[in-house]
């Protein structure tokens, strides 16, 4: 329990499936009190001895299932099961008794789906019981809390009520909880991309300016290729007294190492995988140093620009810092119209794209600047106001601002 | 650390700190209209009930009074958020008025199925999803539940007390309780994290714009290409002006933003005074001095072929590092590459010495590849690694 409690503590730097897998968890407990609890009650009242021994051996059943898949990781099914476990004992108290805690069990399993906070899940399964409960509650008046009824102050209709409105409270609930974190979600996704772009174009401009100002890129510079040498070694020592069991191997690889992984800068890798009598070991640092060449825009450029991306000076912005799109900008239309001029101008005038050589030295044309304001993606930026002033007005934009 | 880079540092965590946060305010503020609305529904309900089921007429208007009340308090936080501050206070008042709405509805109907309506509150409250208003919530239910059942049984028409039925309700609002709380606090927690996430993601995003500006010619963004900016704008903003035949408004607002952004006193002489609404509005477009419309320029200039995935992601697998090699011999070679890089200066930049390096992977834990013994590897070494390095860069360098 305690290593659960830690892990809710920490959840938010757990993946879903380690949640799930916590929840899960969580749920199996609570069954296994909830059982242990209520299912001796039927040897007590008065049931078939079939009953008697059914009901507790599909618990066990269902129980076990649900433990066997969350022992072999599958979680998803074994949450599944935990809530088919809730749903056959609730179906069973409500159908076999009158009994006062059928119909609170209701709202108990409800509660497990709600749990595992999956809108399908609750959807089909808490739908499935909310409307299973109400239809026996009209079919079978006698039935869930009848023993209780003072007749007039409370229907059936009011019992019916207060479960429905709770299934669609909870419903509410999922919905707006789902629609702002989709919302969320790709705000990142979209963002994530942007910075990617703009970092390729980083890359490719840092290459451009290389070429163009005759050095030599980091890969084929030897001080470089020695600057590594020399630090990988200071690497090699730390691990020698360390592990000084599997440093000797390493000191005699480590120098052929970083110029293997220097001359894979030149080499076309795929075709290198490819070949059948490439021996095994090249084949192994080829594919290991793949992610890390430095003429690749891949994890360890990625790594190389993040860092330096935290170099630059912090905008000194504070209010509305981080708002993109013009409705949270601004709110003065002429404000609006200065921004979108100055927009355009920067678009018309610097180089954003590649050229069809690869190289960032593409600058926007108005028709290719048209089409951007007109498709779908532009709007995380402009409204369909910004949009359609532009439209009415483009000879001026064009005139003055290219 | 250099003074410079602590500002720097400061500036980022706290403008990414206070975006998490107002993401959390403005999510609050919508739940609050949402809650309003249920309310106004369950008002019209419960009074239809209460006149139905021919209860007192004291005890339909204290119900329903207190409804509106809550109805009330939930609109006006939403509609006035700033006269109040914190919008929390609202959740806190509406989860305590519906759970003696609740203790009300009980005790009128003297009805054990009447328990349930103690869920349905809590419910309610849960469409908040705001963390300390969940606990409040679940402590609230305990303590209201636990008390009705052990020490009112009358309300429930004799069928509690401490009676096994009794206990086996009071197991359900245990778990009840306890797994709702627990299901909300794992996911306000990873929705913090998300919106932490959002914030450091945009933060991110603005840093890449200017590492990019950054590499533009000389002359393309400094003071003179504002300036020409202005004055490009300003000859459009004319010609717009004439042509749709308005008077010319926005030469004020660019006088200003010359003044500003310029410091060119002359520039705003003889122009209407800025109100104090507007302020905010002109560092959005101030070109020198805060460059944000850059950022928007260059994010447009990416837009058009990005389209959002439609699947939820998972927030480690989406955002986190690549993390260097497993393979522990290509893990030293990635390792000495990542650093070297850093510190050799580029065309972009004129690289960073191994103290730098270390300021900014220790100050952020989400920036750092490196494993921890690679970290204290490049702490223990920093200057024999700088002196590696420089050697090399020197020339002077022997393998």
Redesign the interface.
Known sequence: MRDIYQK?RA???L??AE?LQ??VS??MF?LL??GV??LPVTFIEEFTLTVAIVVPLTFLFLYMITFLFLVYGKARLAMHFSIYTFIALTVYYMGGWG???S???I??TL??I????DITTYIIYGGGLTAFAIIFMQANPDAV?AQ???G???SIL??Q???L??FI??L??FF??DS???T????????????S???G??LQ??ED??YR?E?AP?YE?D??E???????G???E??QGEHPERSKE?EV???E??EY?FFLHHQNLESIKEKQSAPELALR?AR??E??L?NRA???N???????????????????????HFNS????R??R???L???Y???AN?A??RDRWGKVDHI?EHTEIK??FK?P??R???DFEDVTFFLN?EH??R???S | MSEAFLWNHQTRMDAIEREARMQGTRVLRGRLLVVAVLLTVFTFMVSVTFLLSGVPLEAWVANTGLLLLLVLVNFLFYFRPHYFGDLKLATYITTLGLYLLAIGMVSVFENPGMFAVLFLVYAVISIYQELRTSVLNGATLFVVGTVLLFYFPEVFGGAAGWSPDTLYLFAFLVIFVFLLTAAFLILLKRRRRVFFTSAAVKEEQFNTFELFLSMLPPGRIDKEAAKKYYEDVERFAKAFSSEVDVPDVFSDKLQWLRRLDLKDTEAAKGTSTLSHDEVPELHQLLLKRIRKMYYVALKASQQETIRPKSRRFDLQDETSLPALASDEEVSLVTFAVFVTALSFPKPVHKGLTVEQILNILTSDPFLNPLPEEMLELLKQNKQRIQSIIDDELRGEGST
């Open positions: 809710i959840s938010e730097f993946t879903s949640v916590l929840k969580l749920v609570f009190l909830f609890l209520t009994h006062f805690y119909y609170f069990l709202f108990v509660t497990i709600i749990f595992y906070q809390l209780y009824m003072n007039e102050a409370l009011i019992r009520a207060v479960l409105a709770f409270v909870f509410l609930y707006l909880s702002y974190l989709e969320v979600n790709n705000e990142i996704v979209r963002n994530h991309a942007t910075i772009r703009t970092r174009l980083i401009r840092n300016l290389t100002k050095i980091l510079d001080s470089f020695n600057a590594v040498k020399r630090i990988a200071i690497a090699v730390r691990r390493t690889n480590i120098e190492l970083v992984y640092y290991a140093f992610p890390y430095l891949e994890d360890m990625e790594l190389i620009y993040k860092v330096l991306s935290r170099c630059v000076p912090a905008s000194p912005l504070i209010y509305r810092r981080y708002a993109t900008m601004f709110k003065t002429s404000y119209i200065i921004a001029a100055i927009l101008r920067f678009l610097e954003t794209k926007l089409k951007l498709s993606q532009i995380t930026i402009l007005h001026l934009f005139a003055y601002l």
